[in-house]
């Protein structure tokens, strides 16, 4: 079975072939169970998307509370990936998207 990466580049060859950046800020609640349409390397728990972190919290507690057994903080890319802030520092640096390089992406850096 193809996955929506692999999809996503025969249909669409030129966005496939861009470099990956960093879209939002994102929190990855674990509660190990399966669900539909999380990103692509997300095997269980669910992501929830914002313009900054705290925004994804509230948006959480706001609807469920109680359900994971850890929680990550993290960014979503333009390749439909779940990052951690290290990974998605580089990415960000790599695709132009911050001004200085940094151990840790902060939201603030991007927008």
Same mark, same amino acid.
């Given at each position: 079975m193809e996955t929506s990466n692999e999809l996503h580049a025969k249909l669409y060859p030129y966005a496939a072939s861009k470099k990956e950046y960093i879209l939002c800020a994102a929190m990855h609640y674990d509660d190990g169970r399966k669900?539909?349409? $999380?990103?692509?390397?997300?095997?269980?728990? +669910?992501?929830?998307?914002?313009?900054?972190?705290h925004?994804? %919290?509230? %948006?959480? $507690?706001?609807?469920?509370?109680?359900?994971?057994?850890?929680?990550?903080?993290?960014f979503i890319t333009?390749?439909?990936?779940?990052?951690?802030?290290?990974?998605?520092?580089?990415?960000?640096?790599?695709?132009?998207?911050?001004? +200085?390089?940094?151990d840790c992406l902060v939201s603030e850096e991007l927008y």
């Open positions: 669900h539909e349409h $999380q990103p692509e390397n997300i095997v269980t728990g +669910f992501v929830v998307c914002a313009r900054r972190h925004n994804a %919290i509230i %948006i959480k $507690q706001s609807l469920i509370d109680n359900v994971a057994k850890k929680s990550e903080e993290g333009s390749k439909d990936r779940f990052v951690n802030r290290f990974d998605a520092a580089e990415i960000a640096w790599d695709a132009g998207q911050t001004p +200085f390089k940094s």
